[in-house]
């Protein structure tokens, strides 16, 4: 199993561009997270999915837009990137109330 | 969802035995404890998790007493390895924000030689 993975692994967005990281778990895991997590912060929740088909928003939903069209995947789009969500975001998933798996992290900066 | 209060940072030695405790008071009766590590760059790494008493691993012990108001991460005997951002985090199992699971400031161990 890969486990979950994240592409990209770094990319760089002027102001105004839009892009869509990627996140892909082989478990069959019901449940998946988008965190950003700043320089020397904590890891705060963007959205999360407890399912195919469903959607719900976290502590900074504001600037994101997520789907879940598959147990698979969970892509997360940035439209109109601004300077302040430059930050590493982590995808995580997890079946049931088992534990969380993380991927590596996409690291994005907004110039 | 129950908040969470850890110190921002506790400081050990190598050899020593380090307890982190987390503040839940809020918890509800379905919900479960969870602790998280993680280093630089990386993204958290599952801990040990419990719901009451005691739970031991191979890396970890988690004390929950009675009211499960609080908890205590134990790590046995670390190492400069162990030097690394610790979350308690506490997860609903029901209710209207099941699935939802938010992460705290974490605690910053150093653990010096």
């Known amino acids: 199993n890969a486990g979950v993975t994240q592409t990209p692994k770094f990319r760089i967005l002027k102001i105004g561009q839009s892009m869509t990281l990627q996140c892909t778990q082989d478990?069959?895991?019901?449940?998946m997270y988008w965190y950003r997590q700043d320089p020397g912060m904590g890891l705060k929740l963007i959205y999360y999915?407890?399912?195919?088909?469903?959607?719900d928003k976290g502590e900074v939903p504001n600037g994101y837009n997520v789907s879940r069209s598959t147990t698979e995947d969970f892509p997360l789009r940035l439209e109109l990137a601004a300077p302040s969500q430059t930050s590493v975001y982590f995808c995580a998933s997890r079946q049931g109330f088992n534990e969380q798996f993380f991927g590596p992290g996409t690291r994005l900066t907004v110039l | 969802l129950a908040k969470t209060t850890q110190p921002i940072s506790m400081d050990s030695y190598e050899g020593q035995e380090v307890n982190i405790t987390c503040s839940h008071n809020?918890?509800?009766?379905?919900?479960?404890i969870t602790w998280y590590q993680q280093f630089p760059s990386q993204g958290p790494r599952f801990i040990i998790q419990g719901y009451k008493t005691k739970v031991t691993n191979e890396v970890a012990s988690l004390f929950i007493p009675a009211d499960r108001k609080s908890s205590t991460l134990s790590l046995p005997r670390v190492s400069l390895s162990d030097t690394a951002v610790y979350y308690c985090?506490?997860?609903?199992?029901?209710?209207?924000?099941?699935?939802?699971?938010?992460f705290g400031q974490g605690t910053i161990l150093t653990v010096h030689p």
């Open positions: 809020n918890i509800a009766t379905n919900d479960y």
């Open positions: 999915s407890v399912g195919a088909g469903i959607t």
């Open positions: 478990m069959n895991h019901n449940y």
């Open positions: 985090l506490v997860g609903n199992a029901g209710g209207t924000s099941y699935g939802k699971l938010t």
